[in-house]
């Protein structure tokens, strides 16, 4: 017996079903039921999961201005750090952007994705959002017809079936909304060919600024979290798992390629998590099948150099509200019809930059045939010069650093 022809399902319905309460499903969320649509929010993980979970820090002007256009800006302003320089550490000194005052650019806020993730949440459920943790989705079916329809997993194990008008797949990159997309879907995949070892550590920043360490012994990275808490990369070699070294030699790691005997001492502190992250990167095309939309993660996933991931999310989440409500409040579809388009072009331009970033980072890619080459590095070398010397050079760095 399939799922659809279950008779135990229980069947419940809304105009529209949101999978997934990230950053994407939760500003979705919000603004339809701002605009007075039937919305609920299916969510895989717990309440305690989804609010603890770290991952961005940095959000762009754009993404503040989005949020305070729907009064979900209180938090962010409220506790959130304002940054707008990044120094670039080399072999031949170092060097700082104060990209928030350069050309079209403008200050990052710097604000833990759960204290984001949580303030949405609590504003969703104060006015009374519908939400169902623990609740898998499995499969989004039918989405090519006038009536699509989730299947679910409840907390006690029992086979739901949501139906809708319309499904917003914001559930991530390992989503059920990627696993039911039609065989005319494709997904471009590029792998970066670098690993990092993301580190968060109960340590105050080290520097007043992002710090990008390029080093003949790998990248290294420090971006501020909070007062007590910073966040540090090492270039990683794949494979290796993240607890292969002792804290001392990570943290003795990070002084060598921040080069802290130059340019002033690391702050240690315990490794609160350590995670592996392969940079890859995907899109999907198109981002609409039939009432099926995918938004966030769910439609692009960016390697982390360059911190965009969220910022689309939230864009590509405002934009599908706006689609959506005029659809279900007036009938006008256009804005559903230009939906993936528009995307599309906020999502390649990020996907060009990430790889720029990267590019500009790392050590030649794990397997590339140049791997410690010469000439990789010469280009490093001369790209980092650049940046440091062309004023016309900062400002497109500037525009493309905090731009969505
Ligand atoms: P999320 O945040 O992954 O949320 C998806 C939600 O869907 C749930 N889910 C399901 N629910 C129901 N049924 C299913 N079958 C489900 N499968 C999954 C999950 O439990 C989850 O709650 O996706 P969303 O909303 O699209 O948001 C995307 C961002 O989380 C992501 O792009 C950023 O974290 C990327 N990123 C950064 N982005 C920035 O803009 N600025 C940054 O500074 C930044 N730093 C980062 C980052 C990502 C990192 N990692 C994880 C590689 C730093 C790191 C280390």
Same mark, same amino acid.
């Given at each position: 017996?399939?799922? +659809?022809?279950?008779?135990?399902?229980?069947?419940? +319905?809304?105009?529209?079903?949101?999978?997934?309460?990230?950053?994407?499903?939760?500003?979705?969320?919000?603004?339809?039921?701002?605009?007075?649509?039937?919305?609920?929010?299916?969510?895989?993980?717990?309440?305690?999961?989804?609010?603890?979970?770290?991952?961005?820090?940095?959000?762009?002007?754009?993404?503040?201005?989005?949020?305070?256009?729907?009064?979900?800006?209180?938090?962010?302003?409220?506790?959130?750090?304002?940054?707008?320089?990044?120094?670039?550490?080399?072999?031949?000194?170092?060097?700082?952007?104060?990209?928030?005052?350069?050309?079209?650019?403008?200050?990052?806020?710097?604000?833990?994705?759960?204290?984001?993730?949580?303030?949405?949440?609590?504003?969703?459920?104060?006015?009374?959002?519908?939400?169902?943790?623990?609740?898998?989705?499995?499969?989004?079916?039918?989405?090519?017809?006038?009536?699509?329809?989730?299947?679910?997993?409840?907390?006690?194990?029992?086979?739901?079936?949501?139906?809708?008008?319309?499904?917003?797949?914001?559930?991530?990159?390992?989503?059920?909304?990627?696993?039911?997309?039609?065989?005319?879907?494709?997904?471009?995949?590029?792998?970066?060919?670098?690993?990092?070892?993301?580190?968060?550590?109960?340590?105050?920043?080290?520097?007043?600024?992002?710090?990008?360490?390029?080093?003949?012994?790998?990248?290294?990275?420090?971006?501020?979290?909070?007062?007590?808490?910073?966040?540090?990369?090492?270039?990683?070699?794949?494979?290796?798992?993240?607890?292969?070294?002792?804290?001392?030699?990570?943290?003795?790691?990070?002084?060598?390629?921040?080069?802290?005997?130059?340019?002033?001492?690391?702050?240690?502190?315990?490794?609160?998590?350590?995670?592996?992250?392969?940079?890859?990167?995907?899109?999907?095309?198109?981002?609409?099948?039939?009432?099926?939309?995918?938004?966030?993660?769910?439609?692009?996933?960016?390697?982390?150099?360059?911190?965009?991931?969220?910022?689309?999310?939230?864009?590509?989440?405002?934009?599908?509200?706006?689609?959506?409500?005029?659809?279900?409040?007036?009938?006008?579809?256009?804005?559903?019809?230009?939906?993936?388009?528009?995307?599309?072009?906020?999502?390649?331009?990020?996907?060009?930059?990430?790889?720029?970033?990267?590019?500009?980072?790392?050590?030649?890619?794990?397997?590339?045939?140049?791997?410690? +080459?010469?000439?990789?590095?010469?280009?490093?070398?001369?790209?980092?010069?650049?940046?440091?010397? +062309?004023?016309?050079?900062?400002?497109?760095?500037?525009?493309?650093?905090?731009?969505?």
């Amino acid at each position: 017996m399939t799922e +659809s022809q279950n008779p135990c399902a229980l069947r419940e +319905s809304a105009d529209v079903i949101v999978l997934g309460a990230g950053p994407a499903g939760l500003v979705l969320g919000n603004l339809l039921h701002a605009a007075g649509i039937d919305c609920v929010l299916l969510e895989r993980a717990s309440r305690t999961h989804v609010q603890t979970r770290a991952r961005a820090g940095f959000l762009a002007p754009d993404t503040g201005r989005i949020l305070d256009r729907h009064g979900l800006a209180d938090g962010l302003h409220r506790r959130g750090l304002r940054h707008g320089t990044c120094e670039f550490r080399t072999e031949d000194g170092r060097f700082r952007l104060d990209y928030g005052s350069l050309g079209q650019g403008g200050q990052h806020h710097v604000y833990p994705q759960q204290n984001l993730v949580t303030d949405l949440l609590t504003h969703y459920l104060d006015r009374g959002g519908r939400i169902r943790f623990q609740t898998e989705a499995l499969a989004v079916r039918d989405a090519d017809g006038t009536r699509p329809y989730v299947t679910t997993r409840e907390p006690d194990g029992r086979p739901t079936r949501w139906s809708a008008r319309y499904v917003a797949g914001c559930d991530g990159r390992h989503g059920a909304a990627r696993r039911s997309l039609p065989p005319g879907a494709v997904r471009h995949h590029h792998d970066h060919g670098v690993t990092w070892l993301g580190l968060l550590a109960e340590a105050p920043p080290s520097l007043d600024a992002v710090g990008y360490a390029v080093h003949d012994r790998g990248f290294a990275g420090h971006m501020a979290r909070t007062a007590d808490v910073t966040r540090y990369y090492l270039q990683w070699q794949r494979g290796i798992p993240a607890d292969a070294w002792p804290e001392q030699r990570i943290w003795d790691e990070l002084d060598v390629r921040m080069r802290a005997a130059d340019h002033g001492p690391l702050h240690r502190g315990t490794l609160r998590e350590r995670g592996i992250f392969d940079l890859t990167c995907d899109v999907i095309e198109p981002l609409r099948h039939g009432s099926l939309f995918l938004a966030g993660d769910a439609a692009s996933l960016l390697a982390p150099a360059a911190a965009k991931g969220a910022n689309l999310a939230v864009l590509e989440a405002e934009i599908l509200a706006g689609a959506l409500t005029d659809a279900l409040t007036r009938g006008d579809t256009a804005g559903l019809d230009r939906y993936s388009d528009q995307c599309l072009a906020h999502i390649w331009r990020a996907q060009e930059f990430t790889g720029w970033m990267t590019r500009l980072l790392h050590t030649a890619p794990d397997g590339d045939q140049d791997a410690g +080459s010469f000439f990789h590095a010469a280009l490093r070398r001369s790209r980092l010069a650049s940046l440091r010397t +062309s004023r016309i050079h900062q400002e497109w760095f500037a525009e493309n650093y905090v731009g969505v």
